[in-house]
């Protein structure tokens, strides 16, 4: 039982009138966990509710508002499972599937997540974009941007950028620049006080206040960054009128050519899902307000061109990956997408240039990039060692011309992912795919009889 913040009450009483018993009887309901379901990963929608029985596994039943989110039986516990590792599904609240589908990125666009951590919406609209287009991923926190750019390989993402900046500093490096931008913002959560209690440590009439004038302040960022013509999705998880319909309304005024293209509450006593707020606008025509934005050209610091007849140390990397994919790699995959390499430091990223998107480099100089597109590998003594991105980015093990393939419930899937070396009859040596029911989950490398194990440190279970 929730006892709730006495002005909190008061508040909602205010707001729903008759509805408020209703409302109010919601927080002694069991709250609601669901999944949301990869479309990177080959065959999983059409396939693996059946083929990979996630279905019965995790008791799935379908989010209304999303075609690939589906609510899960609690006890099931599937963050606990090595499909979680390979990337086959995402665990969000249902009712926070609903902003992406309501911004409806396309394959081809150019899209912003200004407050992305810790991945729900990024991974939501990379789904969306199929491989096609271009996301920049942004979270100021610069611990949280880190989980962020974990979920985001752990989803197998390879056109995404994941930035640590302000939203003022991406304004000044991309004005009018992105189709469509989802604004995820910091807010008061009482939406959120079922699900997580804590949440209401926090929640005071005067925190709201202040979390209405950060929102407005992040949403005028935002508009500074969408086209002419471009959609943005501004969602909340708290009931508060002062942060959803009263910035709203204060947007309005302060850019006459936004236009509220759609609105939607989600309220838990009449569905089922957690509270929360989508507001879409499109700006029809540029508002001009005077906000400082520079032109694209100008926002653009161009690199300086290398001495002739040098070999970029970018271009060596390179030919690394190339020899590392022809063995490794099947035919179709080793050529990488239109894009360029990036060295940082000893670490290689595959940034991709997506049609119509003048984003290569330069544009990144002087933000904190956390992945500049597809992390390949890791330039060590001459050779190229793979990321475990790049192995999260392949849809299924028949990409790789080795494979260590375990069964999902396996003793060795939980072994491997211990970071355990395991035992294999394998007379071949090299870098090998290790994946769980045809689905990749990291690297490991066969010699004399044993798989080593390439298992990220960091992501290894205890
Ligand atoms: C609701 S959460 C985002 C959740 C995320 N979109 C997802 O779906 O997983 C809001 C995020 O905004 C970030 N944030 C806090 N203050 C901010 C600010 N002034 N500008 C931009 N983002 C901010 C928080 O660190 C937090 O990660």
């Not at 707020?277 to 610091?301: H, I, W, Y």
Request: overall charge neutral; glycine content about 10%; proline content about 8%.
């Amino acid at each position: 039982m929730i006892t709730l913040p006495p002005s909190y009450v008061e508040q909602m009483r205010r707001q729903l009138g008759a509805e408020s018993a209703a409302f109010l009887a919601s927080y002694d309901a069991p709250r609601t966990q669901g999944l949301r379901l990869n479309p990177l990963k080959t065959g999983l929608l059409e396939k693996g509710l059946d083929r990979l029985e996630l279905k019965s596994r995790f008791g799935l039943e379908p989010v209304p508002w999303c075609d690939t989110g589906f609510y899960y039986d609690e006890a099931s516990r599937p963050g606990k499972h090595p499909f979680h590792a390979a990337g086959l599904y995402y665990i969000q609240e249902p009712s926070a599937m609903s902003a992406v589908e309501l911004l409806a990125p396309e394959p081809g666009d150019i899209v912003l997540d200004l407050a992305g951590a810790p991945g729900g919406k990024s991974t939501h609209i990379a789904g969306k974009l199929r491989g096609a287009g271009l996301l920049v991923s942004n979270e100021i926190h610069p611990a949280r941007a880190r989980i962020l750019s974990e979920n985001i390989e752990r989803f197998g993402i390879r056109n995404a950028i994941v930035t640590s900046a302000s939203p003022p500093q991406l304004e000044e490096r991309f004005p009018r620049f992105f189709d469509k931008i989802m604004v995820d913002a910091p807010c008061s959560g009482e939406g959120m006080f079922r699900k997580d209690p804590e949440a209401m440590d926090e929640w005071s009439p005067d925190h709201v206040t202040m979390c209405a004038a950060r929102q407005s302040d992040i949403l005028d960022s935002a508009l500074a960054m969408l086209k002419t013509g471009g959609r943005l999705a501004y969602s909340t998880c708290t009931f508060n009128e002062k942060e959803n319909e009263k910035v709203i309304a204060g947007l309005l005024q302060r850019y006459p050519s936004l236009r509220i293209e759609r609105t939607e509450r989600i309220w838990p006593h009449l569905q089922r899902g957690e509270g929360h707020f989508v507001c879409v606008l499109r700006l029809e025509e540029d508002p001009g307000t005077g906000r400082p934005a520079l032109s694209a050209a100008a926002a653009k610091r161009p690199e300086g061109r290398p001495k002739r007849g040098a070999v970029r140390p970018e271009e060596e990397a390179i030919r690394l990956y190339e020899a590392f994919a022809a063995d490794t790699l099947s035919p179709e995959e080793r050529a990488l997408p239109p894009g360029e390499p990036v060295l940082y430091g000893e670490q290689l990223y595959w940034l991709p240039h997506a049609a119509g998107c003048p984003l290569d480099r330069g544009w990144l100089q002087g933000l904190k990039v956390l992945r500049p597109g597809l992390h390949l590998g890791e330039v060590k003594k001459g050779r190229l060692e793979p990321a475990h991105a790049l192995a999260l980015s392949l849809p299924d093990a028949s990409y790789a011309t080795r494979v260590f393939d375990l069964p999902d419930e396996s003793d060795a899937a939980e072994r491997y992912l211990r970071g355990e070396a395991l035992h294999t009859d394998e007379a071949a040596g090299g870098w090998t795919l290790v994946a769980v029911a045809g689905f990749p989950i990291g690297w490991g490398k066969l010699s004399g009889g044993q798989l080593k194990n390439h298992y990220p440190k960091g992501l290894r279970k205890p």
